[in-house]
C-alpha cells in the first residue's frame, strides 16, 4: 500500500496562485510517475498534470497548460503543482496519485486503472 501525504488546498481567490504538495514516503520517485487528478462535485474524476519518473517530463492537459506547473524533489519524495491565474473552474477536490497508465494518456483521456494508488485528496476552492 502506497500512503500519500497532501497538502496546501485551501481558499484562493479568481486569479490566484496556490500551490499543492504530495509527498510519497514509500516510493522512488526517480522511477515512478506521479499524477494529479481532480474532481469537482458531479463530475468525472480528471487528469491534470503528471510528471515522469526517469527525466522529470511535464504532463498537462489542456485546461491548465500556461497555468499550472508541476514538479518534483526526489530526494524529498515530494511533487508539487503550483497553481496560477486560477479560474472559476478550478475548484475540486485535487487527488495525488501513482497512476498505472503513462503521463500521457492520464493527462489527454483521464484514464484511471483499478491499479492506481490514490492520496485522500486535498480541496481547492476558488472565491472572491
Known amino acids: 500500500q502506497v500512503q500519500f501525504v497532501e497538502s496546501g488546498g485551501g481558499l484562493v481567490q479568481p486569479g490566484g496562485s496556490l500551490r499543492l504538495s504530495c509527498t510519497v514516503p514509500g516510493l522512488d520517485l526517480s522511477r515512478s510517475k506521479i499524477a494529479w487528478f481532480r474532481q469537482a462535485p458531479g463530475k468525472e474524476r480528471t487528469g491534470v498534470s503528471c510528471?515522469?519518473?526517469?527525466?522529470?517530463?511535464?504532463y498537462y492537459a489542456e485546461s491548465v497548460k500556461g497555468r499550472f506547473t508541476i514538479s518534483k524533489d526526489n530526494a524529498k519524495k515530494t511533487v508539487y503543482l503550483q497553481m496560477n491565474s486560477m479560474k472559476p473552474e478550478d475548484p475540486a477536490v485535487y487527488y495525488c496519485?501513482?497512476?498505472?497508465?503513462?503521463?500521457?494518456?492520464?493527462?489527454?483521456?483521464?484514464?484511471?486503472?483499478?491499479?492506481?494508488?490514490w492520496g485522500q485528496g486535498t480541496q481547492v476552492t476558488v472565491s472572491s
Open positions: 510528471i515522469s519518473g526517469r527525466d522529470g517530463t511535464p
Open positions: 496519485a501513482a497512476p498505472f497508465f503513462a503521463c500521457a494518456e492520464v493527462v489527454t483521456t483521464s484514464a484511471i486503472s483499478e491499479y492506481d494508488y
